[in-house]
């Protein structure tokens, strides 16, 4: 089975906020990534945040990260149509390359 | 510029065939990645080269051969296509090997390879 764990799909309407939850296994992770897949497109990388810190905000984007439970989230304030893509959590193990969750796929209906 | 460019973006081709999928990266990265994404859309690790040697080669089947000319490129060659080699590969680069801070891995827009 995957290490990361994802919730498949998210529907959200247009303004409201998105949180895309992730659970990962591996405690020795150091660093976790959120991605950005949109139809037809490669990824984009979104943001990072160290296993050392608790919350990283960047715009319209806050992550929060929960190392005793193993959670990472991903919140996106005031979601707007061109946010609809899949998300893909993703966490770094023996430093050598990502482990991707299954993704979620988030809809914003107007 | 395209920072990570890989070719063809769309590959139909029949069972048993070779084909290959070239990547190049501008960026003058020292590491390179091949990740294969399913028709389910997990994303998984295939290769990795570091300055033309493999430092990760996962559990792929033989007819996967990588190859990195230079550390610019690397083109991945899969000998007789089965159908269920049907998905998106992704080719990637980072500055360094490893994933640690500040060495973001820059990806590909993936090529579509269907085996009918």
């Known amino acids: 089975g995957e290490d990361v764990e994802q919730s498949l799909f998210l529907s959200v309407r247009e303004g409201d906020s998105s949180v895309i939850n992730c659970t990962y296994t591996?405690?020795?992770?150091?660093?976790l990534y959120w991605y950005k897949q949109e139809p037809g497109a490669g990824l984009q990388l979104l943001t990072y945040?160290?296993?050392?810190?608790d919350m990283k905000q960047d715009q319209r984007l806050t992550v929060l990260l929960n190392k005793k439970d193993k959670h990472l989230s991903l919140r996106i304030a005031d979601t707007q149509t061109g946010d609809s893509a899949i998300y893909f959590c993703?966490?770094?193990?023996?430093?050598?390359?990502?482990?991707f969750g299954k993704g979620t796929t988030l809809s914003v209906s107007s | 510029d395209t920072a990570v460019s890989q070719t063809p973006k769309y590959l139909v081709t029949q069972m048993g065939n070779d084909k290959s999928i070239k990547c190049e990266q501008n960026?003058?990265?020292?590491?390179m990645y091949w990740y294969k994404q399913d028709s389910k859309k997990f994303l998984k690790i295939m290769f990795s080269?570091?300055?033309?040697?493999?430092?990760i080669n996962e559990t792929v089947p033989n007819r996967f051969s990588p190859k990195s000319p230079d550390k610019a490129h690397l083109n991945l060659h899969i000998n007789s296509l089965e159908l269920g080699d049907s998905a998106v590969y992704f080719c990637?680069?980072?500055?360094?090997?490893?994933?640690?801070?500040?060495?973001?891995?820059?990806f590909g827009e993936g090529s579509w390879l269907t085996v009918v």
């Open positions: 990637a680069s980072s500055p360094l090997a490893g994933v640690f801070s500040g060495n973001t891995i820059y």
């Open positions: 591996d405690s020795s992770s150091t660093y």
């Open positions: 945040i160290f296993s050392n810190m």
């Open positions: 993703a966490e770094s193990q023996a430093g050598t390359a990502l482990i």
């Open positions: 960026l003058g990265h020292d590491t």
């Open positions: 080269y570091n300055n033309k040697e493999l430092i």
